[in-house]
């Protein structure tokens, strides 16, 4: 079965860190780029960065550049964020998702066709 | 980054009526564009990529259209299943940013 989990959400102080976890399994994770997206309470859904197979390119979404990090451990399955400097609106779902990319009349797209079941993080 | 919009922000309609949800991105993405349902409680699920491309699994009740700037997702009949908050999600470039939601409600 393919699928994702997440892990490592807890209660952290502002200005706190932490370490989110995401194994997947059922799939060749080092064949796909990797994503975190996360939703604040009541909110709606925020990219926030995704990862190229071999971790060589990262992309951030302006409001964690400096104090977040994705990585991943192919060897492991395993996708990371180190989230630092944490401040009260960092509180959300984070959720990890598999990055589809796909062919449709010989242009390239991207899609998250997996998701995990989301892991919370509150900051207070 | 570019700003996405949708609209409504929400809608009730019935069982079999026909329903269209428009997100509209602050420039050209061409055809980048996905679209996502979210259960309460659940995980985003895809449904359509590349602005018309249904995913596997998905129903064929779904359909994308679009380019440009303006694009539409319609459920040609609603089901009490689809009682959820569909975002669109715009993946030209980066930071990708997500439309702020349409929430469909199933009388």
């Known amino acids: 079965e393919v699928q994702l989990v997440e892990s490592g959400g807890i209660l952290v102080q502002p200005g706190g860190s932490l370490r989110l976890s995401c194994v997947a399994s059922?799939?060749?994770?080092?064949?796909?780029?990797m994503t975190w997206v996360r939703q604040a309470p009541g909110k709606g859904l925020e990219w926030v960065a995704n990862i190229k197979q071999d971790g060589s390119v990262k992309y951030y979404v302006d409001s964690v550049k400096g104090r977040f990090t994705i990585s991943r451990d192919n060897a492991k399955n395993s996708l990371y964020l180190q989230m630092n400097s944490l401040r009260a609106e960092d509180t959300a779902v984070y959720y990890c998702?598999?990055?589809?990319?796909?062919?449709?009349?010989?242009?390239?797209?991207?899609?998250?066709?997996?998701w995990g079941q989301g892991t919370t993080v509150t900051v207070s | 980054a570019i700003q996405m919009t949708q609209s409504p922000s929400s809608l009730s309609a019935s069982v079999g009526d026909r329903v269209t949800i428009t997100c509209r991105a602050s420039?050209?993405?061409?055809?980048?564009l996905g679209w996502y349902q979210q259960k309460p409680g659940k995980a985003p699920k895809l449904l359509i990529y590349?602005?018309?491309s249904l995913q596997s699994g998905v129903p064929s009740r779904f359909s994308g259209s679009g380019s440009g700037t303006d694009f539409t997702l319609t459920i040609s009949s609603l089901q009490p299943e689809d009682s959820a908050t569909y975002y669109c999600l715009q993946d030209y470039n980066y930071p990708r940013t997500f439309g702020p939601g349409t929430k469909v409600d199933v009388k």
């Open positions: 590349a602005a018309s």
């Open positions: 998702a598999r990055d589809l990319t796909i062919e449709v009349s010989g242009s390239w797209f991207d899609a998250c066709d997996i």
């Open positions: 420039e050209d993405i061409r055809n980048d």
């Open positions: 059922g799939f060749p994770f080092s064949n796909f780029w």
